[in-house]
């Protein structure tokens, strides 16, 4: 069946301006998470959601990212206003309520110039 | 707090066995992963302990020491392929059931002919 996904896969943008990367949980999945992970840098925990509720916001790094999730199903990270330090890969995982596993997308590669 | 501690990289030989070793402090526990992530691609789940001891499956093993918060992953018969960052992540432990992951910053493997 089909995996995770995301997009855009890779995404340059000047600072400043906003943006939005998209995640498609594979069907099913009520858990949602986004992370990012910084060159050299280990996997940081963004966001959890739980069907359309987020329950732990905590690894928001600011008020400049946002996330929201519709319908159990898809979820937008937005990021606004980017800075240079937001560039990373931003990988979202799903998994089944309950679910050991968390099956991670291939991330989109966000590059702030 | 949370802190997950793993050497940044090792090398190791083609037919050989290599441990890659481990170790937490955190305020809790429920559960202990390990994923393997080749250069450019998405994390992909290799094993899952929650109690203490050994789980085997085919080349790889993980082990698990709650008191000492410590975990090997143990990498028989060693391919080329093998060659990617191996990533030690525990669990929230605020939750009972999902919950995000804390990733510490992942070994990089090189595996020589």
């Known amino acids: 069946g089909a995996g995770v996904s995301q997009s855009p896969s890779n995404k340059v943008t000047e600072k400043g301006k906003d943006v939005e990367l998209r995640c498609d949980p594979i069907?099913?999945?009520?858990?949602l998470y986004w992370y990012r992970q910084s060159l050299g840098q280990g996997l940081e925990f963004l966001i959890y959601?739980?069907?359309?509720?987020?329950?732990?916001k905590s690894g928001l790094p600011s008020d400049r990212f946002s996330a929201e999730r519709t319908g159990g199903s898809v979820s937008t990270l937005t990021i606004q206003r980017t800075q240079q330090e937001d560039s990373a890969v931003y990988l979202c995982?799903?998994?089944?309520?309950?679910?050991?596993?968390?099956?991670f997308g291939p991330g989109t590669r966000l590059t702030v110039t | 707090g949370q802190n997950i501690d793993q050497p940044t990289e090792m090398t190791a030989t083609e037919g050989a066995i290599v441990q890659i070793n481990c170790t937490y402090q955190t305020s809790g526990f429920n559960g202990l992963f390990w994923y393997q992530q080749h250069a450019g691609e998405a994390p992909t789940f290799l094993s899952y302990n929650v109690l203490d001891g050994l789980e085997e499956k085919g080349r790889f093993s993980s082990f698990l020491s709650r008191s000492k918060g410590y975990s090997y992953l143990l990498l028989k018969e060693l391919q080329m392929k093998d060659s990617a960052s191996y990533l030690c992540?525990?669990?929230?432990?605020?939750?009972?059931?999902?919950?995000?992951?804390?990733f510490g910053q992942g070994t990089e493997l090189s595996v020589k002919p």
């Open positions: 069907s099913g999945h009520t858990a």
């Open positions: 995982a799903s998994s089944l309520a309950g679910a050991n596993e968390q099956y």
């Open positions: 992540a525990v669990r929230d432990p605020f939750y009972n059931q999902g919950g995000k992951l804390i």
């Open positions: 959601f739980q069907g359309n509720s987020a329950p732990d």
